[in-house]
């Protein structure tokens, strides 16, 4: 018995002959039939959904009837809209910054090896695993009229009667940007270190052996090291910020401040077209308004990555 499957084997292991293949020609379109119908009903058929309802009145209970550009032309002179627009804006141009630099200098801080650096490293990364919603809830706590805040600066002596952290439009705006500021610093610190790391230490020795300093260091080698994730994170920062939502909305308990100034497009969206009598085709028309502004940072990028290709190949 032994002979007769020592012949079998050298019968299939003859070249020319045909190798028997281990799945069918199918097989592929298995694995990726889940992701794709994911895709396709969660993804791209909202997405076409909401694009066509911005050209109707849809309203909840109610066949929708085309009305063309109206939800738009409405869009461009409606005050609130440009309110949440410019809120989202002042989000970008605050928290871009903050959140490119201050993560930076941080990973700077705590990828020297110190005695005890691991604890900070787990604390500065702490706020990224909490929820937003749960720290909104603990600003609010501590920037409310009673709060500690308020208290610890009348304690002090600094002010005579509590400031309006919440009230007032600017310094609501101020809370929850520095709400977000907090939340991100650990998450983008990781982000860095890993950028870091393939830093050559080389690149350091020589510039010291030039004489330069600690500054000039940071600024002629470690800057452009990270140039590509201080791009990554800076749009990051930008797409977040645009659809910026729970920070605004739990501080100002859903009326986005004193006459809705600090409402986000996010939250302009739920007003409009929540409940029986919302707007579905105007909510969809600011919706399809902020992807559009979304898009432009991942413009601004694709465009400075070809620029730098263009001036590499030359």
Known sequence: MSADISIRNRRGSRPGRKAITSHRWFTPWLLLGPAVIWVLVFALWPFLNTVFLSFTDARPLRTPAFVGGANYERMFGDEMFWNALTTCIIYVLVCVPLLTILPLLLALLVQKKLPGIAFFRTTFYFPVIASVV??????TWLFDSRGIINQTLEFLGIVDKPMAFLVDRWLLLGCAILLTVWKGLGYYMVVYLAALGNV????????????????????SVTIPSVRGAMLLIAVLIAV??????????????????????DMSLVMLIRQVGSGLNGNIGYASAISVALFLLTLVPLAAIAFMNREKKAKVSA
């Open 200 to 219: 050559g230490k080389e690149l350091h020795e020589a510039a010291m052996l030039d004489g330069a300093g600690s500054f000039r260091r940071f600024l």
């Open 134 to 139: 749960v720290v909104a809830l603990i600003w």
């Open 240 to 261: 977040s910020a645009m659809r910026v939502f729970a920070e605004l909305d739990v501080l100002s308990k859903s009326t986005g401040g004193p006459g809705g100034y």
